[in-house]
């Protein structure tokens, strides 16, 4: 597995980027009706970036997912549209593509169970 050293310098950049913005801006954050100043309220600047970039990573995620999802539908219906129409168009390859597909139904190797060591 990969090592995730990209993930520390960029929390930290981004509590950088935060934190500076927050001590150098002139508004006022309040929490629970008292104004926040120093480093509470530095700190409270950086969770803006960071849930930024945090839903940013999540909502590109979720779109490749959807078009991983969206990329197999199509290839299953294209695949099933030439497949049915290279029967229509030779109707005598059904047998041979039958027969192949029987013989390595019975040739396939069965998976066999993985070792703990």
Do not use: C
């Amino acid at each position: 597995m990969k090592s995730k050293s990209w993930l520390t310098p960029l929390v930290i950049f981004l509590a950088i980027i935060g934190i500076g913005f927050a001590l150098t801006s002139h508004t006022t954050v309040i929490v629970n009706g008292q104004p926040l100043d120093g480093m509470e309220k530095a700190l409270a600047g950086f969770a803006g970036p960071l849930l930024a970039v945090l839903f940013i990573v999540v909502g590109l995620a979720l779109g490749a997912l959807a078009f991983i999802g969206a990329s197999l539908v199509f290839l299953g219906i294209f695949a099933f549209f030439f497949v049915s129409l290279a029967f229509m168009v030779a109707p005598s390859l059904l047998p041979w593509v039958l027969g192949i597909l029987a013989l390595v139904w019975i040739l396939r190797k069965k998976d066999k169970p993985r070792s703990r060591h």
